[in-house]
């Protein structure tokens, strides 16, 4: 077990007032038996109503409208977690043993069919050209498979970091060999789909101790793909950097989409002028508990 601190400052900056409209939060994990959130605290200026709630995906979603006018918008996170990380299982799985065409059972077909369904597009042809390059022989095994798909990503594309913006259609980062984490993910996430699995997008914060520059991706809110197996269910991999069932991935939101993961997304009424956005997460060790008197 791992206690964790986590402090995930968002910092919005307008030029003039502006007043806020409702803005949805996802910053707090979900408990598991994987994680347990054993505090958890918001810091919101300026104040004003909030409301939790699960969303469709069982993800914790705060609501929250700030009261008046205000030339900036400041979130803060902290928590403290205790992570529970069991390694990736090397079961083999019955059925089937390929890569491709991989089959569910019905009654999870009738749950996984969202993930399972394409979004994006290919209208160049890039990005399907590209992942029929990436699938080998059909003895392969789907849990080889995709631990080669993590790590040719990892290995392929040069990591640039972008703290804003959406993510890149997947026929994009396949054509300018490049991208952020979510980029990767996103990848990674639209080609299974393309090939039959379930997979979803999935963002959280990535814990790096003594790594340096070897981890891509630390110091801000990280995104990585899960994809259900038979057998082994959700199976977390980050093609970022090439991890699989990593204890340093710490996931709060499983989306179908990018747009749905974002850690926060509102309106503001009134024409702030120029603004800007910092964010910055620290990830490190909690301190441990005092002793018993």
Known sequence: MARLSIRHETLYTYERPVRFAAHRLLMRPRDSHA??????????????ETHWLYDAMANSVCSFTPDGESRILSIVSELTIERFPAPLLRRDIADPQTVTPIVYAPSDRAVLAPFIDPVSDDADGHLLAWLRNQVGSTREPALDFLLRLNRTIHADFQYIARDTGHAQEPSHTVSVGSGACRDFAWLMVESLRRLGYAARFVTGYLYSPGAGATVRGAGATHAWCEVFLP?????????????????????????????????????????GGQSNLTVHVDVRPAQSLPAAA
């Open 231 to 271: 057998e082994l269910g959700w199976t977390e991999f980050d093609p970022t950097n090439a991890l699989a069932e990593s204890p340093d991935l710490i996931p709060v939101a499983m989306t179908r989409t990018p747009v749905e993961a974002a850690p926060v997304s509102g309106a503001i009424y009134g024409d």
């Open 35 to 48: 994680t347990r959130v054993v505090d958890a605290h918001l810091t919101l200026s300026p104040p004003g």
